[in-house]
């Protein structure tokens, strides 16, 4: 059975100007602030009161920030949720 979200991927522009938003605007906490890859930071955000993370990932020029969105699913077996 999925027990939850995990995490939601928010595509941003500015990862630093995202960041500052989400927390000072919105009472985000910083989880995860380490480095990625060469050009992103891998930012995981943690909401008060939820298990849920939010991730500010800085996307290729292909995808626009505030559009399309990933969602990762937790579950205690995996294989008995979505049996093949």
């Known amino acids: 059975m999925i027990r939850g979200v995990k995490f939601a991927s928010v595509p941003v522009a500015d990862q ?12 985000f906490r910083v989880v995860t602030d380490q480095p990625f890859n060469d ?10 009161g939820a298990d849920t993370r939010l991730v500010l990932f800085q996307f ?13 699913f937790w579950s205690d077996d995996v294989e008995s949720t979505a049996p093949s």
């Open 39 to 48: 050009k992103q930071r891998w930012i995981e955000l943690g909401i008060p």
């Open 60 to 72: 290729t020029d292909s995808l626009k920030p505030g559009g399309q969105m990933n969602i990762t």
């Open 16 to 27: 630093e100007r995202a960041l500052a938003f989400y927390t000072e605007k919105l009472g």
